[in-house]
């Protein structure tokens, strides 16, 4: 059919005008809506890369800012631990050295208490002996003032016996201490 109307058209007058012709109305009314489908199809991937784009630079710029601070925190936390260990160094070597002082006093306190025992302990067998000397002179003395009572007694009688009992008994002090 398309044939016989192409034939008759032709036998009517010849070709008249290209854009006259049906097809070639649909082809351009179809560009026309390609191009308008294509230019907001464009636009709108456009504006999506866009906006992707975006996003990606704005998330690398964040990664970075966050890979910075992690870096200085990192650094922040090396130099707390380096200082850390610094000074749990210092305090390890001051607690060493207290504790060697510490030794050394307790050391030298021992030896003076057990010096100043040893001293008390002399003057308490000193004075022991000294007391026990005493007690010893007393008994003695006793003893002996005894002995010449008894033995004057005995051998001397009576009123001049009485006198010379006496006079020994004053002078023996003195002569045994």
Known sequence: ???VAHASEAAAGGHGAFYEDPQFLVLVAFIITIAL???TVYLKV???L???SEGIRTDIEEATRLREEAQDLLASFERKQRDAAGEAQAIS???KGEADYLAEKAARDLDAMIERRKRQAKDRIAQAEISARDEIRAAAIDVALEASRRILAEKVAGKKGDALIDAAIKEL???LH
Do not use: L
Request: aromatic share 0%.
């Open 1 to 3: 059919m398309i044939s």
């Open 37 to 39: 489908i294509g230019k």
């Open 46 to 48: 456009s504006a999506a």
């Open 50 to 52: 866009d906006e992707r």
């Open 93 to 95: 070597d001051r607690a």
């Open 173 to 175: 002090p003195t002569r």
